[in-house]
C-alpha cells in the first residue's frame, strides 16, 4: 500500500503553489524530517533539503535513527517539491542526567511559511524516561525547550507565518509549544500532532479554552497506543496504517492517497482499551505514586549502563542479573507502590477488555432475528 516514500514519487515533480498547496502528507514528511542524523554531518547555518540529502547520501546506513531514513533523505533531496526549502535553526539538546532529549529544525516551505519540526522519542533510554515523566510534571525539559525554540525562530523571522509539527513526543512538543506561546498564535496556521500523547488534566484545565485548540489537529493510526495516553482536547483524524498493533507508531507505515492521509471510521477496540486503561490508572493514582513507581522502574534499567533498550536486550542475561541485583536493593516500601501500581494496572486492562467482550456480545445479540436468538 502507497506511504509517504510513494507520494514524493507521485508529487515529488510539483513545487508547492496555489494549484498544489501545502497538504498533510506534506507535514508528515516535514515531522520525519526532524528525526535524520543531522549531527552525523557538519552543518551550516543555512542548508537546503537538497544539500543535506547531498551530505547523508554518504552516511552509513547503521548512523540513522530508522532503514528507510536513508533512502527518504535521497528521494526528498530529488524532489522539485522539497529540495529547494531552506533548513535553519538545527538544535540537539540531550542530557542524560536531566532526563532532558530534544531536537528541531526549521524548514522555510515558502517564502512567507516556515514549518517548525520537532523530534519525537529516540532510542535512549533517557528519552523514554523523559515521555513517562508526563505522568506525573507538570512539564518536561524537552516541552519548556520546544516553547522557547518556537519563541526564538518567531523572533527571528517576524514576516512569516507558522506551521508547527511532530511526531510521537514531537507532537506533544508542538502542542504544548503553541498553546504556551499566546503572543504566536495568531501567526501560527495549523499545529499537527502525529500520534504524540496527550497532557494531564490540569495542563488541559489550564489551556483547554485557548483559541489555538481550533488550528490543532493530532492523526492516530487504527490501533493507535502512544497517541492515546492521557488527554487530548484538540480535534483529531484516524489513519490507517499497513501495520498492526505499535508498529502502526511508524509513519512510513501510514497509508497516502493522493495529498492526503487515507483516513479510517473509527480506532479499533486494542487503542480503546488502552486508552481506558491508561486513564483509569492515572485516575486512581497519585503524582507521588506515579513518580515513585516510574522512578523506581527506571533506576532498574539505568543500572545496567546501557543507552538504550535495544542494547539491554543484546546483552539480556548480564543485565537481567544486574536489574534482579538493583531491584533486590529497593526498600521493602518501594516495591510494594511497584507492586500495587502493576497490580493496578493490570486490573484496570482487564477489566476493559472484559467491558468490551460484554459490549461485543450485546452488539451480537441484538443483530440476530428474533428466529436466531431462540435457536440460541
Known sequence: MTNIMDYLKW???????????????DSVILARLAYLSFHEIEMDKIETIESIANKMKDLDISLFRYKKDKDFIINLGNSERFKNMKITNYTENNEKENEKQFSAITIHTEKNEMYVSFIGTTASIYGWKEDFNMAFLDSVPCQIEGMKYLAKVAQEYQNKKIRVGGHSKGGNVAIYSALTNPSLQNRIIKVYNFDGPGFHKKFIEKYGKSPILEKIESYFPQDSIIGRIMNHKEKYSIVESNEKGIRQHNLYSW????SYLINSKKLTDASEIMNKTVTNWLEETTS?????FIDSVFELFYATDENTFLEISSHLSKNLSIILKKYNEITDEDKKIISDMMKLFMKSYFSEVLVQEKQKYITRMKQLTKKEVAKV
Open 288 to 292: 507521588e505514586q506515579r513518580k515513585i
Open 11 to 25: 508529487r515529488g515533480d510539483i513545487i508547492i503553489s496555489d494549484v498544489s498547496p501545502f497538504n498533510e502528507v
Open 255 to 258: 497509508k497516502v492517497m493522493g
